[in-house]
């Protein structure tokens, strides 16, 4: 089955994608030729390199869900898939070799700066098997996970005392949790089966293990949801005082569980698309006057909290290593990852596959990023910032002004009061109401090349 085409729908529709990676893995094809990874890393800055580790395990799959995760992990999957993410581990710790270039070309130690481990729900592992994932990070890749940020995803069920004390005296100095409704009829119409009582008894434990910052998931969109079904939600999550939220607009994607339904909503596009932009902006102004910053469109900050890390997009910069069978890895010419899938049979098969590798050493499946799909990246992850981007930043990089490079993108996205004009030229921001739409100004920013890539793809 060939994929919608994202540029299909109108430009006005405010929810075309969710851009949380340029290129998609959609554009993503088998390399030809295989490159070593010892070649690719060879001239790569080294000195604060990025760290995933991709568990691609679940308890249940949501309804919403088309991540790279299967449910549950029969026998001795667990074991076996991390017995191959220590395999790729110590292949790559040694294809990036005891040093990289330093700020005037010389040599300087390999240094990881920021670390993530996510799924799938990285707590679906025990304790003992969180332990071993974390002597995967330090004592294969090197990794100082006590002295860098370590942020993990986990969800209520998952999110037991004995895994959370582990990810606490490791280092974790984020836990996300994946709540989505606080409301039991919601939780269900998303295909998520849990109930408040678990969600809040698991917030109890996460602020027991005193791991500093911790970020809920919310959903907006979801069928039957209202605004005051919504206000419930984030004042019961603002209740925990967390130092994050990420306000997501639901989707609903081919193969996934409402994708095979159309989510049972008797709301048109046009409806939902106005329902969503109406919750949106509530829960933006709920969360403001209440005493978080915007940092993007989903991502919302504490004021007094301190950041633990970058923020959204950080692993879209270059010097990003993906371990396990759903991570992506970022040289600055080369995006690579293995192969992807949503729909779980296919899903299940690529896992197998990885568990049984034994030779990590080649870049099987990903895309080169030339010059200007490097300036397009740079503009698409920097602009969808609340900050903007600064100018500087940009001509220092590439030697150019984004105005002369994409006049007809950021013309029309000033026509339609998207981008902010401001007093200070120096830098590019987006207004109010072109946050709002960053997932119509992310699409619209691919290139032709991609976006003719993603159209052919045969999703699976």
């Not at 990089?397 to 007809?408: L, M, T």
Request: hydrophobic share 40%.
């Amino acid at each position: 089955m060939t994929t919608p085409h994202l540029l299909d729908f109108p430009a006005t529709r405010p929810y075309q994608s969710y851009v949380y990676a340029y290129p998609h893995k959609t554009a993503y094809r088998p390399l030809p030729d295989r490159p070593e990874l010892r070649t690719l890393w060879a001239a790569e800055p080294k000195g604060a390199l990025s760290l995933y580790l991709h568990l691609p395990f679940c308890e249940v799959r949501c309804g919403f869900c088309n991540l790279f995760t299967r449910i549950g992990a029969p026998g001795d999957l667990t074991t076996r898939y991390l017995d191959a993410l220590e395999r790729q581990a110590t292949a790559v710790r040694d294809a990036l070799g005891a040093h990289g270039l330093g700020e005037h070309g010389g040599a300087m130690p390999v240094r990881f700066a920021s670390a993530a481990f996510g799924g799938g729900t990285p707590t679906y592992l025990e304790a003992a098997e969180l332990e071993r994932l974390c002597d995967i990070a330090e004592r294969r890749m090197g990794a100082d996970l006590r002295a860098i940020p370590l942020s993990v995803e986990a969800s209520p069920t998952t999110a037991t005392a004995d895994r959370l004390a582990v990810l606490a005296e490791r280092g974790t100095t984020r836990l996300s949790l994946g709540v989505q409704s606080f409301i039991d009829a919601e939780a269900r119409a998303a295909v998520r089966p849990q109930r408040r009582a678990e969600v809040e008894a698991a917030l109890g434990r996460v602020r027991d293990a005193r791991i500093p910052v911790l970020n809920i998931d919310l959903i907006y969109g979801i069928d039957g949801q209202t605004e005051d079904s919504w206000r419930t939600s984030l004042d019961a999550a603002l209740a925990w005082q967390p130092e994050e939220l990420y306000l997501y607009p639901l989707y609903v994607r081919p193969l996934t569980g409402l994708g095979r339904h159309r989510h049972g909503s008797a709301l048109s596009d046009q409806d939902w698309d106005e329902q969503r932009l109406r919750l949106y902006r509530q829960g933006r102004d709920h969360l403001l006057a209440r005493g978080y910053v915007q940092v993007s469109m989903r991502m919302f900050r504490r004021a007094d909290a301190s950041p633990q890390g970058a923020d959204d997009y950080a692993c879209q910069t270059d010097g990003m290593i993906g371990l396990g069978c759903g991570a992506r890895s970022y040289t600055s010419a080369l995006h690579y990852s293995f192969d992807y899938a949503v729909e779980p049979r296919e899903i299940r098969t690529i896992i197998d596959e990885y568990a049984a590798t034994e030779d990590f050493t080649r870049a099987v499946h990903g895309r080169r990023v030339d010059g200007w799909e490097a300036r397009r990246r740079h503009l698409l992850q920097s602009l969808l910032q609340a900050d903007g981007m600064p100018l500087a930043e940009y001509r220092t990089r590439f030697g150019s002004d984004p105005s002369d490079d994409f006049p007809a993108e950021l013309a029309d996205f000033a026509d339609r009061g998207w981008l902010e004009h401001l007093s200070s030229p120096e830098v590019l921001r987006l207004t109010p109401e072109g946050l709002a739409h960053s997932d119509a100004i992310g699409p619209e920013l691919f290139s032709a090349e991609v976006r003719a890539a993603m159209a052919a793809y045969e999703l699976k």
